[in-house]
């Protein structure tokens, strides 16, 4: 009842920062599954990630060109998920990293659509900058995931085990990737991961070029306007 309270709060103001605290809370909940049995890792993670894409279509409801895309999503992940758990299909774990992957770069396209290069700026957008920049890390941990189930041997220093518990790991190489911080107790062996590796390296440098261009200009852009 409180959950639902809390999203009935969520309108077009604030949107973004639920938004954002959702895939923070999916991150730390990534790491803190690792400390719990390993039988009930991969269904706590599950957990955090339905409560996250449940906050993320509140957020995105305003935006109807992609809302029922996510609903979407979110109804197939879940079908998907019970597959796995009943029948026991490993290959559903490649599906369900599909969805999750094709969830957040629905989001992310949905967010820029909204703040980038449109309206005057506020603390609502430039909370959804930052909403963005975890949206990209967590893609890129998905497409490691995903490598990881067709090559075990791409990385040093992650192991190919299931994605429930390598999912903290993933993340982590990927933020320190598209931050280019590289502190190398990860690193991509096969010529593939390195491709995919060095190109979110080359968009973390990027982004934060493109949404303070985006912000600014934004900004001057309103001014202009409401000046006359």
């Known amino acids: 009842m409180a959950?639902?309270?809390?999203?009935?709060?969520?309108?077009?103001?604030?949107?973004?920062?639920?938004?954002?605290?959702?895939?923070?809370?999916l991150l730390i909940g990534g790491a803190f599954v690792q400390v719990v049995g390993?039988?009930?890792?991969e269904h706590l993670l599950q957990g955090f990630t339905?409560?996250?894409?449940?906050?993320?279509m509140a957020s995105?409801?305003?935006?109807?060109?992609?809302s029922r895309f996510l609903y979407t999503l979110l109804g197939t992940w879940v079908v998907v998920s019970v597959i796995k758990t009943v029948l026991g299909i490993k290959e559903m774990d490649v599906v369900m990293l599909a969805l999750t992957f094709a969830f957040f770069f629905g989001t992310f396209k949905s967010i820029?659509?909204?703040?980038?290069?449109?309206?005057?700026?506020?603390?609502?957008?430039v909370i959804g900058s930052v909403a963005l920049f975890?949206?990209?890390?967590?893609?890129?941990a998905i497409a490691y995931l995903i490598l990881l189930e067709f090559s075990p041997n791409a990385f040093t220093g992650m192991e190919a085990i299931s994605w429930?518990?390598?999912?903290?790991?993933?993340?982590?190489?990927?933020?320190?990737?598209?931050?280019?911080?590289?502190?190398?107790?990860?690193?991509?062996?096969?010529?593939?991961?390195?491709?995919?590796v060095y190109l979110e390296?080359?968009?973390?440098?990027?982004?934060?070029?493109?949404?303070?261009?985006s912000l600014v200009s934004s900004n001057i852009e309103h001014q202009v306007n409401k000046n006359g």
């Open 3 to 25: 959950i639902g309270k809390k999203l009935k709060n969520i309108n077009e103001e604030n949107n973004f920062f639920y938004l954002t605290l959702a895939l923070i809370g």
């Open 201 to 213: 390296a080359i968009v973390g440098v990027f982004y934060m070029a493109i949404v303070v261009s």
């Open 134 to 140: 975890l949206l990209l890390g967590l893609m890129w």
């Open 60 to 66: 995105l409801r305003f935006d109807k060109n992609w």
């Open 164 to 196: 429930g518990q390598n999912f903290s790991n993933a993340a982590y190489f990927s933020f320190v990737t598209l931050t280019t911080l590289g502190y190398g107790d990860i690193s991509p062996l096969t010529p593939l991961a390195q491709v995919v």
């Open 50 to 56: 339905i409560l996250t894409f449940v906050v993320c």
């Open 112 to 125: 820029a659509r909204q703040i980038l290069f449109t309206g005057h700026v506020n603390t609502n957008k």
């Open 38 to 41: 390993e039988g009930a890792m």
